[in-house]
């Protein structure tokens, strides 16, 4: 019995003359105007963009391919968002102990599978990220906690606004664009 909330075919990217989406049958790519439409292999097509593609491999687990470049990496993560030029994949992991909440941000090179930096300070809670133009990136952060495992976003008690800042990882520099207050704190 198929879920009646469940989308029949949901878009992935559409990247230069071809769009990717995904249906009940697995993930397929459709060459623009007229062309015929092929199935992606493996499956967990997450994001497509510059040829670059991302997949999750485990619950845990993505990979990243340059077909053009020859380059494919696993690393941590779950869900992907991927630069347009290609060249970056912004991911989350779990938080240790699983529970199912989200843990770090991770930002990675395409071309050389290595980490790099996010701006986030340690006790920086990350609500949202996107990549933003260039090499920046966007975060919606929670107030930093004080206690080990504290979820400072769901804290009744805090005054302490939301910041939304964005941070160039290239040049190592973050600056605040807006705070935001919590609604429903005292």
Do not use: K
Not at 107 to 128: F, K, M, V
Request: glycine fraction near 10%; proline fraction near 7%.
């Amino acid at each position: 019995v198929r879920d009646p909330s469940e989308p029949a075919a949901h878009p992935i990217a559409l990247d230069q003359d071809t769009v990717f989406y995904a249906d009940r049958e697995g993930e397929h790519a459709w060459t623009l105007p007229d062309g015929g439409t092929e199935r992606v292999e493996p499956t967990g097509l997450l994001a497509v963009a510059s040829a670059t593609r991302v997949w999750q491999r485990d619950p845990v687990t993505i990979a990243m391919v340059q077909p053009f470049f020859n380059l494919s990496f696993r690393r941590t993560g779950i869900g992907a968002e991927i630069s347009s030029d290609g060249d970056r994949v912004l991911t989350r992991t779990l938080r240790d102990g699983g529970n199912g909440s989200f843990g770090a941000v991770r930002l990675y090179d395409t071309r050389s599978g290595e980490s790099l930096w996010t701006g986030l300070r340690t006790g920086d809670i990350p609500i949202a990220a996107t990549l933003g133009p260039e090499t920046e990136v966007s975060y919606l952060v929670a107030p930093r906690s004080t206690r080990p495992g504290h979820e400072a976003f769901v804290r009744q008690s805090s005054s302490s606004p939301l910041e939304l800042r964005t941070c160039d990882h290239e040049e190592r520099r973050c600056r605040s664009v807006a705070q935001i207050p919590l609604v429903g704190t005292s």
